[in-house]
């Protein structure tokens, strides 16, 4: 599913991440990559950013970039 | 060279002895600083770059420190210990560079207390370059950086490879020197996500702002009563009057005290030595003393980049993202710093839009000093007016940008730091570093300010241009002729023009009308050349027309509104 549909505090792995070199490469120096370990602290209403947290910090990102991250669930 | 918020401009001054500002916010040395200090009694030039998660820049302050990194000899990489992995990209890419290398591990106890721990030596024997773990804040591990610095080196076997051959280096560099212990969410985790989730972080938000603008004024008025106004009052008075007795009427007198005969007030004499010295010193100043104290405890403790998050979605609207929070906050003190800090947005439509926006709509110190002192006396309920308008402003304004300049608005992107102790020392070095824009650009200009009026008004010119454009001042805004030599006083210093406006007897809503005319129609002297240096001359000028432009309509709207047709 789209990060953006995942639960608040629930553990999701990054299955895979949409978009150009450019925004690929952004996120990744920061840590969102494919395999990477994902939670959701927080979700700004009128589809407003995320807080994430992956890699032992965490990042607001825009609802748009979310959209381009996929998740699974992990039990 | 390091990551944003690493702690590199504190790692920097711990060297050097430098001023630096240092904020738990990504992102706030956008200009360079320069220091110098001796090692084995060899002068040597250090040089703080801006913050970079990899060499291949995304904004501004990025690129600057990829150009940097040319010149140097040395590297001192700063490393977040308690973010080893994703630092370690940086590293990588610096290691690739054949320049020599020296690691900093910083935030060394930070590891303790999240019960991450790192073997140092085999991380060193691992990167083949010295590394040194720090404690910048209270100058832990900073001789021994020092005293190795010397043994920086450049790892051979480090060879340029793609991105994702750096990920898996790291990787295998990780399993070897890290372990994480499983760790439970403390007090100030729990601290964190209240702050952050809408429905209770907006309520404190609100609760933290308020108490902020109480604690400035708090602040402010004591230093005023207690300390500025006592020594203008008791001791600089009466040397001004001996002075005024010894000059008598003239040219002389007129500049440098006021007219001669009439009893001196600071506010409204005009003269260099008496309102030239006052208002900058004794009635704005104390406030952005409170002002930068208080702004730099919110951003030393980390919470700046939540309140961006909780405010992203409004300013995204206007073409900006929630870190547009930044220019305008750090504006509200003095517009120069708030000018500056419009880099750190991403694109020319942000940068553009964000200091438009700062010009317009966001009142400094100085401009406030100017509201509080000429309707202070008429209450509340017209200063609110005035900062009503402005808010309607920046949001209708914004709006407005948004739809019409060409460019991208990128969403926000943004890491949110550990909340952290703000250091006492720290917070006041900073509200000195931040304090010395206004003493530098705005206190000259106002001297500066006050005798070229003073000349013009001695000449004449003055008031033959009150006289020449009187009708439209008169026509258009309801305001008297003799207002518009407050509004180009005001293109010099808006705190000069409030004595200026009080002279003229305006009924209180008029006087509402001058003020807000007064902020918006264009920035100071000082902000203006920020503006031209950072926007470039074109942007600048289309800037400059919307001030106008914004300025004009505004005043005939809210003389219709206020004053009735």
């Not at chain 2, 995304?58 to 990025?62: I, V, Y």
């Given at each position: 599913?789209?990060?953006?549909?995942?639960?608040?505090?629930?553990?999701?792995r990054?299955?895979?991440i949409?978009?150009?070199?450019g925004?690929q490469?952004?996120?990744?120096?920061?840590?969102?990559?494919?395999?990477?370990?994902?939670?959701i602290?927080?979700?700004?209403?009128?589809?407003g950013?995320?807080t994430?947290?992956?890699?032992?910090?965490?990042?607001?990102l825009g609802?748009?970039?979310?959209?381009?991250?996929?998740?699974?669930?992990?039990? | 060279?390091g990551n944003p918020?690493v702690?590199?401009?504190?790692v920097?001054?711990?060297?050097t002895?430098a001023?630096?500002?240092?904020s738990?916010y990504?992102g706030t040395t956008v200009?360079?600083s320069?220091?110098?200090m001796r090692?084995?009694?060899k002068?040597v030039?250090?040089i703080?770059?801006?913050?970079?998660?990899?060499?291949?820049p995304?904004?501004?302050?990025?690129e600057a420190?990829?150009?940097m990194l040319?010149?140097?000899?040395?590297l001192?990489n700063?490393v977040?210990?308690?973010?080893?992995?994703r630092?370690l990209?940086l590293t990588?890419?610096?290691?690739?560079?054949?320049?020599p290398v020296?690691?900093?591990?910083?935030l060394w106890?930070?590891?303790?207390h999240?019960?991450i721990h790192?073997?140092e030596?085999?991380?060193?024997?691992?990167?083949g370059?010295p590394?040194?773990p720090t404690?910048?804040l209270?100058g832990?591990?900073?001789k021994t950086?020092?005293?190795?610095?010397k043994?920086a080196k450049?790892?051979?076997?480090i060879?340029?490879?793609?991105e994702?051959g750096?990920?898996?280096?790291?990787g295998?560099?990780?399993?070897?020197?890290?372990q994480?212990?499983?760790r439970?969410?403390t007090?100030?985790?729990?601290?964190?996500?209240?702050?952050?989730?809408?429905?209770?972080?907006?309520?404190i938000?609100?609760?933290?702002?308020?108490?902020?603008?109480?604690?400035?004024r708090?602040?402010?008025?004591?230093?005023?009563?207690y300390?500025f106004d006592p020594?203008?009052?008791?001791?600089?008075?009466?040397?001004?009057?001996r002075?005024?007795?010894?000059?008598?009427p003239?040219i002389?007198?007129?500049?440098?005290?006021?007219?001669?005969?009439v009893?001196?007030?600071?506010f409204e004499s005009?003269?260099?030595?008496?309102t030239?010295?006052?208002?900058p010193i004794?009635?704005v100043l104390?406030?952005?003393?409170?002002?930068?104290?208080t702004?730099?405890i919110?951003?030393?403790?980390?919470y700046l980049p939540r309140?961006?998050?909780?405010?992203d979605?409004?300013?995204h609207?206007l073409g900006?993202?929630?870190?547009?929070i930044?220019?305008?906050?750090l504006?509200?003190?003095?517009?120069?710093?708030?000018?500056?800090s419009t880099?750190t947005?991403?694109?020319?439509k942000?940068?553009?839009?964000?200091?438009t926006?700062?010009?317009?709509?966001?009142p400094?110190m100085?401009?406030?000093a100017?509201?509080?002192?000429?309707l202070?006396?008429y209450?509340?309920?017209?200063i609110?007016?005035?900062?009503?308008t402005?808010?309607?402003l920046?949001?209708v304004i914004?709006?407005?940008l948004?739809?019409?300049?060409?460019?991208?608005?990128?969403e926000?992107?943004?890491?949110?730091?550990?909340?952290?102790?703000p250091?006492?020392?720290a917070?006041?070095?900073?509200t000195?570093m931040?304090?010395?824009?206004?003493?530098k650009?705005?206190?000259p200009?106002?001297?500066v300010?006050?005798?070229?009026i003073?000349?013009?008004?001695?000449i004449g010119i003055?008031?033959?241009?009150?006289n020449?454009?009187s009708p439209?001042?008169?026509?258009l805004?309801?305001l008297?002729?003799?207002?518009?030599i407050?509004?180009i006083?005001?293109?010099?210093?808006?705190?000069?023009?409030?004595?200026?406006?009080?002279?003229?007897?305006?009924?209180?809503?008029q006087l509402?009308?001058a003020?807000?005319m007064l902020?918006?129609?264009?920035?100071c002297v000082a902000?203006?050349a920020?503006?031209?240096?950072?926007l470039?001359?074109k942007?600048m000028?289309?800037?400059?027309?919307?001030?106008v432009g914004?300025?004009?309509?505004?005043?005939?709207?809210l003389?219709?509104?206020?004053?009735g047709?």
């Open positions: 599913m789209p990060l953006s549909h995942l639960p608040i505090n629930k553990k999701a990054i299955a895979s949409h978009g150009g070199y925004f490469r952004k996120l990744g120096v920061m840590g969102i990559r494919e395999k990477q370990e994902i939670k602290v927080s979700k700004q209403p009128f589809h950013p995320l994430i947290e992956v890699c032992g910090s965490q990042m607001t609802r748009g970039m979310a959209q381009k991250i996929t998740v699974e669930v992990v039990q | 060279m918020n702690g590199k401009s504190v920097f001054s711990r060297l002895g001023n630096v500002i240092a738990n990504p200009d360079f320069k220091g110098n090692i084995d009694g002068r030039e250090i703080d770059a801006p913050g970079t998660y990899s060499l291949e995304t904004n501004k302050a990025e420190a990829s150009k040319k010149k140097a000899d040395v001192i700063v977040d210990a308690t973010n080893l992995e630092n990209y990588l890419q610096l290691l690739e560079r054949n320049i020296i690691i900093a591990l910083n106890d930070e590891t303790h999240l019960g790192i073997n030596k085999e991380l060193e024997t691992l990167l370059v590394i040194v404690v910048a209270t832990e591990g900073i950086l020092v005293s190795r610095i043994d450049i790892n051979e076997k060879k340029p490879t793609s994702e750096r990920w898996v280096e790291i295998s560099i990780i399993g070897k020197v890290e994480v212990e499983h439970h969410h007090f100030r985790d729990k601290i964190s996500d209240l702050t952050i989730r809408p429905h209770t972080g907006i309520p938000a609100i609760g933290i702002i308020f108490c902020a603008f109480w604690f400035v708090l602040i402010g008025e004591n230093l005023i009563e300390i020594i203008f009052e008791n001791l600089y008075l009466p040397i001004v009057m002075l005024s007795e010894w000059l008598g003239g002389a007198h007129t500049i440098l005290i006021g007219e001669y005969g009893e001196i007030d600071f005009l003269g260099i030595l008496t030239g010295l006052y208002v004794a009635a104390p406030y952005i003393v409170a002002f930068y104290f702004l730099s919110l951003e030393d403790t980390g309140l961006a998050t909780l405010v979605k409004i300013f609207k900006m993202h929630g870190h547009g930044v220019p305008l906050f504006g509200l003190g003095c517009n120069v710093p708030g000018a500056l880099r947005l991403e694109t020319r942000q940068r553009f839009i964000s200091a926006l700062l010009a317009i709509c966001v400094c100085a401009q406030m100017m509201i509080f002192g000429a202070g006396t209450g509340l309920y017209y609110g007016l005035v900062f009503l402005l808010t309607i920046y949001i914004g709006l407005i948004n739809r019409f300049i060409k460019g991208e608005s990128p926000i992107f943004l890491e949110i730091p550990p909340y952290r102790r250091s006492l020392k917070t006041f070095k900073k000195w931040r304090i010395r824009w206004f003493l650009e705005a206190i200009y106002l001297f300010g006050v005798l070229i003073n000349v013009l008004y001695v003055l008031q033959w241009f009150g020449a454009v439209v001042m008169e026509g805004f309801g008297p002729g003799d207002a518009s407050a509004l006083t005001g293109f010099l210093r808006k705190d000069l023009a409030v004595g200026m406006l009080i002279t003229l007897n305006m009924a209180p809503l509402v009308i003020v807000t902020t918006i129609y264009f920035p902000t203006f920020v503006l031209i240096k950072e470039g001359i942007d000028l289309k800037s400059a027309a919307i001030m914004v300025a004009i309509i505004v005043g005939f709207l003389r219709i509104i206020l004053l047709a």
